[in-house]
């Protein structure tokens, strides 16, 4: 009897444990990120750590306001994505791509503050080209594939000038995950590029593990 009352206790102990507490917090059923002393990101449906990202579904634009956004989809520019607002962004294992003429994929310009995080380790299929020597990115898979697994920017083209992938005019960018493959610039710079202008810095941190 007494083995009996103390498994009935424990059970109700168990539950109440397992009871939300009002402590000011909302779980919402959301995709939420957070990221650690490493720049290590992590999302999940239930994650209630640090603050909350906004799901970004259009596939041919990316945000222009300030704020913390994870891909839901990959991304196809024709332009330049232009980053003048402190911005968090993580790949989530999608790719980012330009397809315009002399065009990089990403600038970053007054003083603004980029972070790029990547969530997942989704294979895209690619092959390198014989010409030019880059890494180009198929839509099924082929051969003579070299697959890239996670997020990654490609594509950029700036032939007639510096920088392709990530041009940095001023501010900061830092990279805590994903990869910048087949980007070329026609004189300097295919994956990073920066050059300040007087009395303005760039700045571009790489973290890896």
Known sequence: MKKRILSILLSLA??????????????????????????????????????????????DS????????????????TAAWPVSTDTNLCLNGHYIKQTGTNQYVITVSGNAILN????????????????????????????????????????GNYADGY??????????????GGTICGNRGGTFGGGIYMKPSSGDTCIFNLYGV
């Open 116 to 155: 790029i995080y990547d969530c997942n380790s989704t294979e895209h299929y690619g092959h390198i080209d014989e010409t030019t020597n880059l890494w180009v990115l198929d839509t099924e898979k082929k051969d003579n594939n070299v697959s890239v697994y996670g997020g990654c920017i490609t594509g």
């Open 14 to 59: 168990l539950g109440l444990a397992m009871m939300p507490i009002a402590t000011g917090i909302t779980f919402a059923n959301t995709h939420e990120h957070s990221y650690g002393e490493y720049g290590l990101c992590t999302c999940g449906e239930w994650n209630k750590n640090l603050e909350k990202w906004t799901k970004w579904t259009n596939t």
């Open 62 to 77: 990316l945000p222009s306001l300030t704020g913390n956004y994870y891909l839901d989809t990959d991304i196809t520019l």
């Open 163 to 176: 920088g392709a992938g990530i041009n940095i005019q001023s501010g900061t960018v830092s990279m805590y």
